[in-house]
């Protein structure tokens, strides 16, 4: 049986996911990056291989997130593509009519508004990484709550009480004050989960139409407070689809298979067994002008095989095919 | 000794470099800013002005190590601050202990006599009146001679087949430009290295959608402050046009190609009919304007701060709405990484393709005209 592979390395998680041809999720990982993407996806290959029939013959990789490019080149990826189109695509392969994708990740959150199946804008916050992932992970933490509680949480409370969610200094100074004022912790968290959409839609849906069919995902949209946050905020009903955490692996996986479909090749996928390879990266300043890029290289075994960071093509390295 | 020099703009130094010398002037050239033009700038100027400043410091810090002492610059009408800057860069720079001359010019038409002084104090040469117009327009020639060379690399480089070629090439035709120093040798350069730029294989038959660039003028022309933005988009297999060059040649074409024969000021008169400094109305009237030419994205580059820009990005939602057409805003800082920028070009360029895609195949009729394009 023949089946693509979809990887997502991403600032906080790293998600794979093994897709058949039909477009049923056979498998799907994710794994925290902890700062190792390259280990992580070493492991995550691993892992996922125990996790799938031995008949199933990986026939096209894609790959999405800010670390695609060092995943692509590690595995062989045939489409290496940003994580907006991958999400786009995932969304609309599940819930064909949606016309708004909310998408709240680690480091990043985006919107993207879908007319009749294709994006037609889209926006992802620039400056600022309050109402992430890791802001809420932070303050779990500090409220010592497992981040899996966190939002259930906020559906116990009656009475929110309103934190600055402008940033996250801000937010988290407002919090403790609450918190020292004797405010219940289940207010306090459904009030921040409130601040957060509220900066959310403020930043990133700043001028745009948000019109149903809306769809929530990416790692945050596990918490409910946060999907109740949005309902209350937008008035209408949001749906978080099944394999919500790993979408951006599926739409690699998708785009995989268009791209192999457009261009009747076969895969590049260099096979499982690069979970065995020793892979090592290195960095150093290049001195060929003013511009000291910092250039980061990666090697397999010992031949390098990716490198990133100049701004001109003087470091390039010629793809093969 | 007097040593002239002035801020960097993409390659206009070469025209710029060959009108001070003839006027009789020795030139420090100004040097590509980089990472120590940013640093030197961010140290010199206040945290909360706009990037420009910061850059230009920089220039002029690295410019004056060099031994420069005469800096030649712009002012400018209207509610922007940076038609102060200049003012300001000469209080911090004499600030700093360093004897330099300023010399600003203000626009000719509003302040003629300014701009009479200005030219009899960079006439080191002693040249007559007639020699000095005949230089400038010699130096004006030059300078549409780099900006057609440059917009012909922005359409060439979507279509090229090897990737690469057409920077390659392109750093080489300037260099034959650059060495023409006669009216006579500048258009015959022009002319080689529009041709040679002509000769790069291309693709013909490739999906290319095309991009018009907005914003404030100098990260829309100094490529190092906008990461090189357009040479990304060519990468990527967009044609760019971008809506402001130093000869305006651009904005003289796009009154003449628009249907109903519009200005900039007319056409974003419904939605902005005040000018509001900085050129924060010409991004809102070009983003009309490239929507009725019927382009496939509009790019609005903008430095952080930078109020004019921040209106025309409230108002340009409206716009994108009304006319159907996707508009990304960069807000561009100090920050060099490329990879947020990268990520969201890379979107955009799906999205207007995908798009283009549909349209083409709901509407199979259009296919031969749009081929030909």
Known sequence: MQAYLGIDVGSVSTNLVIQDQAGKIIAGLYLRTKGRPVETIQAGLQQIVQLIPEQIQICGVGTTGSGRYLAGVMVGADAIKNEITAHAVAASHFIPQVQTILEIGGQDSKIIILRDGIVTDFAMNTVCAAGTGSFLDQQASRLGIPITEFGDLALESHNPVRIAGRCTVFAESDMIHKQQMGHPIPDIINGLCEALVRNYLNNIGKGKEILAPVVFQGGVAANTGIKMAFEKALGMEITVPPHHDVMGAIGAAMLAKEELIDTHKTTRFKGFSITGLTYRTSSFDCNGCPNSCEIAQIYEEDSIIGRWGARCPRWDIIQEG | ?373
């Open chain 2, 1 to 373: 000794m007097r040593k002239v020099t002035f801020p960097h703009m993409g390659e206009s130094y070469r025209a710029f470099k060959m009108l001070l010398n003839d006027l009789g002037n020795e030139v420090i050239l100004p040097p590509r800013p980089s990472l120590k033009t940013l640093n030197l700038g961010v140290q010199y100027t206040p945290e909360f002005a706009c990037f420009p400043l910061k850059v230009l410091m920089g220039t002029y810090l690295e410019t004056i190590e060099k031994g420069a002492n005469i800096l030649v610059t712009t002012g400018g009408v209207g509610p922007c601050r940076a038609g102060l800057y200049a003012e300001l860069h000469k209080k911090i720079l004499h600030d700093l202990g360093l004897s330099i001359e300023m010399i600003v010019f203000e626009p000719p038409r509003l302040y003629p006599f300014n701009f009479i002084r200005n030219v009899h104090k960079l006439n080191s040469g002693r040249l007559s009146i007639k020699a000095i117009v005949d230089r400038i327009k010699k130096g004006w020639r030059k300078l549409q001679a780099l900006d057609n060379a440059e917009k012909l690399t922005h359409i060439i480089r979507p279509r090229e087949l090897k990737k690469g070629t057409t920077t390659q090439k392109y750093r080489q035709v300037l260099e034959w430009i650059d060495n023409a120093n006669t009216t006579s040798d500048i258009i015959e350069a022009e002319a080689a290295a529009l041709e040679e730029l002509h000769k790069i294989p291309q693709d013909l038959g490739r999906l290319v959608v095309k991009v018009g660039i907005v914003g404030e003028i100098y990260v829309l022309l100094e490529p190092t402050a906008n990461l090189e933005i357009e040479e990304t988009l060519g990468n990527l297999g967009v044609e760019v046009e971008r809506s402001m060059f130093l000869t305006g040649w651009a904005r003289d074409n796009t009154w003449k190609e628009t249907v109903e024969g519009m200005t900039v000021k007319d056409a974003a008169h419904p939605y902005l009919p005040e000018l509001i400094g900085g050129h924060g109305r010409d991004s809102i009237g070009n983003t009309v304007l490239y929507a009725k030419r019927k382009f496939d994205g509009i790019i609005q580059l903008a430095p952080f701060t930078c109020i004019p820009e921040i209106v025309a990005r409230t108002i340009l939602p409206a716009v994108s709405k009304d006319y159907n057409i996707p508009v990304l805003t960069f807000f561009l800082d100090e920050q060099t990484g490329k990879a947020g920028m990268n990520t969201r070009l890379e979107a955009f360029v799906d999205l207007m393709k995908r798009k283009k895609f549909k349209k083409q195949h709901q509407a199979n009729i259009w296919l031969p005209s749009e081929a030909t394009n």
